[in-house]
């Protein structure tokens, strides 16, 4: 007698855990407060230039103008 109820409660056990793991597996996830982040920040941006010699795009500040067009190197700008 004491073998058939030590089954049963071992039954009732298991059943109970699935049970319990399934049901707390279907509640939606709690939902945690929104994070706070501060806005992007603009990225400093400075035009680009394109070379006459070649066509390359590179930044106004590597600019070397020569006979009133611009040129990614000295070695592209025409010598006089």
Same mark, same amino acid.
């Given at each position: 007698?004491?073998? $058939?109820?030590?089954?049963?409660?071992?039954?009732?056990?298991?059943? @109970? @855990? $699935?049970?319990?793991?399934?049901?707390?597996?279907?509640?939606?996830?709690?939902?945690?407060?929104?994070?706070?982040?501060?806005?992007?920040?603009?990225?400093?941006t400075e035009p680009?230039?394109?070379?006459?010699?070649?066509?390359?795009?590179?930044?106004?500040?590597?600019?070397?103008? +020569? @006979?009133?067009?611009?040129?990614?190197?000295? @070695?592209? +700008?025409?010598?006089a």
């Amino acid at each position: 007698m004491t073998r $058939i109820l030590f089954w049963l409660a071992l039954a009732f056990l298991v059943v @109970a @855990a $699935i049970r319990s793991k399934l049901k707390s597996n279907s509640r939606p996830p709690k939902q945690q407060p929104p994070v706070r982040r501060a806005p992007p920040k603009e990225a400093e941006t400075e035009p680009m230039l394109q070379c006459a010699h070649c066509g390359v795009h590179y930044p106004a500040s590597e600019n070397v103008p +020569a @006979a009133g067009r611009n040129y990614c190197s000295a @070695a592209h +700008a025409p010598t006089a």
